[in-house]
């Protein structure tokens, strides 16, 4: 996940946090497995609304949406707003 994410996105910050422990037997996700915290600041980032932003985090993540991950909270900012 964070070397896909790092690829496209050539982020300046990048924190991927497993949050599955806090959703065991959670309907649709086997023992509470494949949720996700994402937090990144990148330039690509710039001049883009949150869904655009958004996007772009899924389209990096490509297959995983579909496979691995269950749930995905994304906070994607750029270098600007993160300082």
């Given at each position: 996940m964070q070397a896909l994410l790092e690829a496209a996105l050539a982020p300046v910050a990048l924190e991927v946090t497993d949050d599955s422990h806090k959703h065991a037997g959670?309907?649709?996700a086997r023992?509470?497995?494949g949720h996700f915290s994402v937090d990144v600041v990148s330039a690509a980032f710039?001049?883009?609304l949150p869904?655009?932003?958004?996007?772009?985090?899924?389209?990096?993540?490509?297959a995983m949406m579909q496979t691995d991950i269950?749930?995905?909270v994304i906070r994607a900012r750029t270098p600007d707003e993160a300082a």
């Open positions: 959670h309907a649709g023992g509470g497995q710039a001049g883009k869904l655009a932003r958004h996007r772009l985090v899924y389209a990096a993540l490509g269950h749930a995905l």
